[in-house]
Structure formats: structure tokens, C-alpha cells
């Protein structure tokens, strides 16, 4: 009966070590580590357990259906095999630096309709540490929202080459107005000027139409849907020093 029993017992201990995701091995091994996304400085290892973790709870299943890992330090650039930095026979250096695309998928329910989300983040890690991203909250529903931090000095350019990479590869994304201006922040805060004042343009027209909405519908008293909008805007604009315009 053992004998029998053996080859069962062992391919269920098989399919079971297989349910185990990357984030349950990096954590056996590392029992300090929080899976916080993002979190800056992280390692190459670090962040792909995170993103690996099981998600909150918020009504929505989410998952990665594509993950794509990339050499950047070298030309032209080199994909790496997420299966052989697990079974550790790729050894992720400090010497290197990677880019990490996570193609995401939601589901959830809203009433009797079914949804699904596709979307695409990005990760920049310049000497294996987390600087700079593109990462997507999902929230009820389904809905996204974005956190951006703009990168530094000469990954600046990596950093567009792997966005223009990503845009072609899933689609662009369009953002909400607030994204917009807290992307225009980020750039200011990584000194890049340029770009903070594209965000700036971009979001005006925008902005223009909202605010002349919201001011022929609003009832008197009534709460203004546009406040963190325009908190935005306001400190977008200060920050590249100009005035905001008379209403």
C-alpha cells in the first residue's frame, strides 16, 4: 500500500510547493520583509516579491499575467528570466541595473456586469535599486490610479525609452486631471522642468472644461468636486513660478 501510496504523496507535495508564489519564498527567507509598492530603494528580488504579495481585499482579484524583466545598464537591452532568479540561478548585482514591466489584470463585480481591467506599470531600479515608477493602484471596481516618481539625472532618458516601450507594447494610458498635476509635481520634485511644464499644458484644457462645468452646474453651498484639482494646479504652478490666472 506505501508503494502505492508514494508516487501520489509525492506529486501532491510537488503541485503543492507550486502553489507557493514568489512572494511566500523571498518572505521564508527574508521574515522582516514588508511588501510595501512601492518602495523606494528596493531591491530587484525585493520589489518582484511585493508585487507578488497577496493583494488587499477590496473587492477586485488582481493579478500579473505578463511580467517582464530587463537588463538596462547594456545595449541593446536584454530580457532576464524571472524562473531562473527564482531557482537562484540568476544572481540580480548591485554592478547592474533592471527595468520591471507588470502587465496587470483585474476582474470584479459591479451589480450584474462583469469587469475587467487590463493595465501595464513600470519600475526602474539603476544599481538594483528601486528609483523611479509607474505603479497602479486598483481600487473598487476596478477603477486605477497611479503613483509616478520621475527619475534622476541621466535615467531620465532610461526612463522614457521604457514608458515609450511600455505605451507601445499595451497602450497609452490617459490620466484624471489630479494625475496629471501630481505627474507635473513629480517631475519638479526630480528636476525636470520640461516635462513638469508639458504636465502643466496638458492639463489645462482639461481643467478649463471641468471648471466651467462645475460652475454652471454646482448648486450654491454645495461641496466643489474640483478642490484637490485645483490644490494641485495652484502648487504646480507655483512651483514653476508662475502666477495662477484669474478665474
Not at 16 to 36: I, K
Not at 65 to 86: G, T
Not at 110 to 126: E, I, N, Q, T
Request: include cysteine.
Amino acid at each position: 500500500m506505501s508503494r502505492r501510496l508514494a508516487p501520489v504523496l509525492a506529486l501532491a507535495l510537488a503541485l503543492g510547493c507550486q502553489t507557493h508564489s514568489y512572494y511566500d519564498e523571498y518572505r521564508a527567507s527574508h521574515p522582516d520583509f514588508q511588501a510595501l509598492l512601492p518602495n523606494e530603494r528596493a531591491s530587484l528580488e525585493a520589489l518582484l516579491a511585493a508585487l507578488y504579495a497577496p493583494p488587499a481585499d477590496d473587492g477586485v482579484q488582481v493579478g500579473i499575467r505578463r511580467l517582464e524583466i530587463l537588463r538596462v545598464d547594456e545595449r541593446p537591452w536584454r530580457s532576464l528570466s524571472f524562473d531562473e532568479i527564482r531557482r537562484g540561478a540568476l544572481a540580480p548585482s548591485d554592478a547592474e541595473s533592471y527595468a520591471v514591466v507588470a502587465d496587470w489584470e483585474c476582474r470584479a463585480k459591479v451589480g450584474l456586469k462583469d469587469v475587467r481591467v487590463d493595465r501595464a506599470s513600470w519600475y526602474l531600479l539603476p544599481g538594483n535599486r528601486l528609483e523611479a515608477w509607474d505603479h497602479l493602484r486598483f481600487r473598487s471596481g476596478c477603477e486605477t490610479r497611479s503613483q509616478f516618481r520621475a527619475a534622476r539625472g541621466a535615467q531620465a532618458e532610461v526612463e522614457a525609452e521604457l514608458a515609450a516601450r511600455v505605451a507601445k507594447a499595451y497602450g497609452k494610458r490617459s490620466l484624471e486631471l489630479d494625475e496629471v498635476y501630481r505627474r507635473g509635481l513629480a517631475y519638479v520634485e526630480a528636476g525636470r522642468l520640461v516635462e513638469a511644464r508639458a504636465m502643466l499644458l496638458l492639463g489645462e484644457r482639461g481643467f478649463r472644461a471641468a471648471d466651467e462645468r462645475v460652475r454652471r452646474q454646482q448648486a450654491p453651498g454645495a461641496a466643489d468636486p474640483l478642490a484637490e484639482v485645483r490644490r494641485l494646479r495652484a502648487r504646480l504652478l507655483r512651483a514653476l513660478g508662475y502666477e495662477e490666472p484669474d478665474a
